[in-house]
């Protein structure tokens, strides 16, 4: 009986003992996973904050940028405009010191319009003999037809003007009749520009007015001849300014036309021409034509007192 109750006693304490140690390791497991999940959980937590955090600062860093953005805008508006500013005073400027710098020479000619006021110019074709005063009589288109600069008779007579031109204010065209010399005075020489080697060596006329040098480069070489009223052809001598752009082109088509070669130099509407006009013996009242363009001008001169 004693033995009985005594293991009795050993299954009970066994029993209690299995039962402390398997509450025991309940405990233990909750513990573990509930860390675990506070472990996670904070994990978690920090993940997003850490990323709203970065956002916070990616916004910040763009609203700053935008900021910057918005400053730099309006401070290269501003430097723009400071820019376009001091741009344009420099300009005025570069404009003002080219005025400035344009300094009036003393005319060298103008001996020779002191001395007779029908002078409207000078012209010279450099390396020929053209190098003489040119006349204009608007009331008598032929008065040194027969005369010479000094009002004396003479057989070659001077380089006139045509009375349909003007020096001032300028024409589109200046048409220039001169004698046909036998001994190459006058415009004696101009039918040498048949020949394509004279134009080359012979390209600039310089027409000396009273305000600055004119420069003309030529342009076309042709004959032609004085037609009557009543024909319906191109009149080159009937051009001196041109009232529509139709009108131009008219009269700078029909000389690249007629030229007997092709200079390469063009023109558009707006420019200017001086045409020399002399006798030619191909038909009657025929003539020999070189009509040049003006281009860059030389000196500018002081004006007379």
């Given at each position: 009986?004693?033995?009985?109750?005594?293991?009795?006693?050993?299954?009970?304490?066994?029993?209690?003992?299995?039962?402390?140690?398997?509450?025991?390791?309940?405990?233990?497991?909750?513990?573990?996973?509930?860390?675990?999940?506070?472990?996670?959980?904070?994990?978690?937590?920090?993940?997003?904050?850490?990323?709203?955090?970065?956002?916070?600062?990616?916004?910040?860093?763009?609203?700053?940028?935008?900021?910057?953005?918005?400053?730099?805008?309006?401070?290269?508006?501003?430097?723009?405009?400071?820019?376009?500013?001091?741009?344009?005073?420099?300009?005025?400027?570069?404009?003002?010191?080219?005025?400035?710098?344009?300094?009036?020479?003393?005319?060298?000619?103008?001996?020779?319009?002191?001395?007779?006021?029908?002078?409207?110019?000078?012209?010279?074709?450099?390396?020929?003999?053209?190098?003489?005063?040119?006349?204009?009589?608007?009331?008598?288109?032929?008065?040194?037809?027969?005369?010479?600069?000094?009002?004396?008779?003479?057989?070659?007579?001077?380089?006139?003007?045509?009375?349909?031109?003007?020096?001032?204010?300028?024409?589109?065209?200046?048409?220039?009749?001169?004698?046909?010399?036998?001994?190459?005075?006058?415009?004696?020489?101009?039918?040498?520009?048949?020949?394509?080697d004279y134009y080359e060596e012979?390209?600039?006329?310089?027409?000396?007015?009273?305000?600055?040098?004119?420069?003309?480069?030529?342009?076309?070489?042709?004959?032609?001849?004085?037609?009557?009223?009543g024909d319906t052809c191109f009149?080159?001598?009937?051009?001196?300014?041109?009232?529509?752009?139709?009108?131009?082109?008219?009269?700078?088509?029909?000389?690249?036309?007629?030229?007997?070669?092709?200079?390469?130099?063009?023109?558009?509407?707006?420019?200017?021409?001086?045409?020399?006009?002399?006798?030619?013996?191909?038909?009657?009242?025929?003539?020999?034509?070189?009509?040049?363009?003006?281009?860059?001008?030389?000196?500018?001169?002081?004006?007379?007192?």
């Amino acid at each position: 009986m004693k033995d009985s109750k005594t293991k009795l006693k050993i299954w009970t304490v066994i029993l209690l003992t299995v039962g402390v140690l398997l509450l025991a390791a309940g405990f233990v497991t909750m513990y573990f996973e509930n860390t675990g999940r506070a472990r996670s959980g904070a994990r978690v937590i920090d993940d997003v904050s850490q990323q709203d955090s970065a956002k916070s600062e990616a916004d910040k860093e763009l609203q700053d940028d935008e900021e910057n953005s918005s400053v730099t805008d309006g401070d290269n508006s501003d430097i723009s405009n400071i820019d376009d500013s001091e741009g344009s005073e420099e300009v005025v400027e570069e404009i003002a010191e080219e005025v400035e710098e344009k300094v009036l020479i003393p005319n060298p000619y103008k001996d020779y319009f002191l001395e007779n006021e029908d002078m409207a110019a000078w012209i010279v074709v450099p390396g020929t003999v053209i190098d003489y005063p040119v006349m204009w009589t608007p009331e008598d288109e032929e008065y040194y037809l027969k005369r010479d600069f000094n009002k004396k008779s003479s057989a070659a007579g001077c380089l006139l003007l045509d009375t349909d031109s003007c020096m001032d204010p300028l024409t589109d065209n200046l048409i220039i009749h001169g004698h046909n010399m036998k001994d190459g005075s006058m415009f004696g020489s101009l039918l040498k520009y048949e020949k394509e080697d004279y134009y080359e060596e012979h390209k600039y006329i310089h027409l000396y007015g009273k305000d600055y040098e004119h420069v003309y480069e030529v342009m076309a070489v042709f004959r032609s001849q004085v037609f009557y009223a009543g024909d319906t052809c191109f009149k080159f001598y009937k051009f001196f300014n041109a009232q529509t752009e139709e009108e131009f082109n008219d009269f700078y088509e029909n000389v690249k036309e007629m030229s007997v070669y092709d200079t390469g130099v063009t023109a558009s509407f707006g420019d200017r021409f001086i045409t020399l006009s002399t006798c030619a013996y191909h038909v009657d009242n025929g003539r020999f034509v070189v009509v040049a363009k003006e281009i860059e001008p030389g000196g500018f001169y002081e004006p007379f007192e």
